[in-house]
């Protein structure tokens, strides 16, 4: 069956949603996977191959920041994305993919939804983020990033076959548009993760480490738990370490401490996974106000799974109605706190961190948690029976 991808990001991009789905095609034929894109392909270190890629390359220079935003914005929408709809279109023509898989994706989704208003097959859409979070209203324009979040909501309800990132933005969902999800799909564990896990015995390192793979999207959040945990690790038994993983490097932020943070890079999903778990931690901080509710309610940082899969028990910040916040509340897969005082958080931290084996103490509910939430073959079973649905005549 001729599978045609349909997003924002190429298939090697770096980051959490575009990792969900290499994860997911693991299994489908490189001979039968199509890949449309606006953005161009960096490189190939994530090792994900198709049969045809082709993109609508969006100028760098007209993509929306700080400066001259609306301008660019309004230039993207009336002479950039009429071209990308045309560009999809002609993909479409040639290839006469059996399935189509949306990933509505900012800039994507315009012109991914007047090019499937007459596609033929039927198409599956994942729902990873919302387009109206963050600071994109500000660079996008207001009512610009209204109707892109109308257009993603009409692909939702018109998509044969449909989910979404968490429970919470799949009830969001079901409430707006009446469409309910085949279910929730994120990154999951796969049958060695959770041989590993199961197989998995207490660490013993002289100095607790802790993990952050990822980009940091909330700095003030990442600043004060660095500087709770600076006022605390001359008190703790052994010495702490904070390991960064990711594509950005924060050596230059003033809240950077090179005595006991270090930076590893970008590195490919199964070396990350391998290397991950050495450690002890796995932080996972998201904004604790709910100034940005549309992503903090309804996205769900990829880390976390990553987490779970290396046998982390996790350190989760964030506003206590937060997606992330409410599952690590749910299934106690580790530390939790909702503080934004340095001193509270310090002395939370503090007791945390000072448990002899985390391991053991949340070993029984990160199993729990990851069977019962994020079995990758699971979730790839009911992804591919939703792409034989839109397949059928």
């Given at each position: ?20 789905v ?42 929306p ?12 929408e ?24 949306v ?9 991914i ?45 018109r ?5 979404a ?22 990154a ?6 959770f ?9 013993t390192?002289?100095a ?11 700095e ?18 052994r ?11 924060y ?6 401490r ?11 999903e ?5 290397r991950l ?15 940005d509710p ?10 976390f ?8 028990p996790?350190?989760?910040l ?12 749910q299934?106690?897969?580790?530390f939790?706190s ?12 503090k007791t ?26 699971r ?15």
């Open positions: 069956m001729r599978l045609l991808i349909a997003t924002e990001f190429p298939p090697n991009a770096s980051g959490g949603g575009p990792a969900v290499r994860q997911m095609l693991k299994d489908w034929p490189v001979t039968e996977l199509f890949w449309w894109s606006c953005l161009p392909e960096p490189d190939q270190r994530f090792g994900q191959k198709v049969r045809e890629v082709r993109c609508a390359a969006m100028p760098p220079r007209l993509y920041n700080r400066r001259l935003a609306g301008f660019r914005s309004w230039l993207l009336h002479l950039w994305s009429p071209c990308a709809t045309m560009h999809l279109k002609k993909m479409l023509r040639d290839i006469a993919p059996d399935a189509i898989w990933i509505p994706h900012n800039w994507s989704i315009p012109s939804a007047k090019a499937m208003a007459s596609a033929r097959p039927g198409i599956h859409v994942t729902v990873q983020d919302y387009v109206d979070v963050h600071d994109n209203p500000q660079r996008f324009g207001v009512k610009r990033c209204r109707r892109m979040a109308a257009l993603a909501d009409e692909l939702y309800a998509a044969v076959t449909r989910d990132t968490s429970h919470p933005m799949i009830a969001d969902l079901r409430a707006r548009t009446g469409k309910d999800a085949a279910q929730m799909l994120r999951g564990l796969e049958p060695v993760d041989n590993h896990v199961a197989r998995k015995a207490p660490g390192a002289p607790i480490r802790i993990a952050y793979a990822g980009t940091i999207l909330v003030d959040v990442f600043a004060l738990f660095v500087s709770a945990v600076e006022s605390i690790r001359g008190g703790l038994a010495p702490l370490e904070l390991h960064l993983f990711g594509a950005h490097t050596a230059g932020r003033p809240w950077f090179r005595d006991w943070m270090l930076e590893h890079g970008n590195l490919p199964p070396e990350l996974l391998t778990r050495e450690y002890d931690w796995g932080l996972a901080p998201m904004a604790l106000t709910d100034s549309r992503y903090n309610r309804f996205s769900f940082p990829t880390k799974i990553t987490y779970l899969a290396a046998g982390l996790l350190i989760t964030g506003h206590p109605e937060s997606a992330v916040m409410k599952l690590a509340t299934y106690t897969v580790g939790v909702s503080s934004g005082e340095r001193e509270a958080l310090a002395a939370q931290l945390a961190l000072e448990t002899h084996s985390p391991w053991e103490r949340y070993a029984q509910e990160i199993k729990r948690c990851a069977r019962v939430e994020f079995d990758a073959e979730m790839r079973r009911t992804l591919y029976a939703c792409f034989q649905k839109c397949a059928a005549p």
